[in-house]
């Protein structure tokens, strides 16, 4: 799921269709995007505390896709990761 991901996220980076939230995010430049996933970050820490599985569910959802957004941005992979996860395996 997370490699689709990545890769819509890429195609909204490259191709920059009109209406687009991503590509809206690769405009406004890394800040805004480093920004938004620490916003992001923020909700999921409250919704960890204080809120429904439903909403925990909802918020790690959103960190997943703004996580995706800046890696992309980045030139980083999700392959990246798992590859520096199973690195750290051994």
Do not use: C
């Not at 890394?30 to 938004?36: F, G, L, V």
């Not at 999921?44 to 992309?72: C, F, K």
């Amino acid at each position: 799921m997370l490699d689709e991901l990545e890769g819509v996220i890429r195609d909204r980076q490259l191709n920059a269709p009109a209406g687009s939230y991503t590509a809206s995010l690769f405009a406004a430049g890394p800040d805004r995007i480093a920004q938004k996933f620490g916003e992001e970050a923020i909700e999921l820490l409250i919704a960890a505390q204080s809120q429904t599985r439903d909403r925990l569910i909802e918020e790690s959802a959103d960190l997943a896709y703004h996580l995706t957004v800046l890696l992309v941005s980045k030139g980083v992979s999700w392959q990246d990761v798992a590859a520096e996860l199973t690195r750290r395996q051994k």
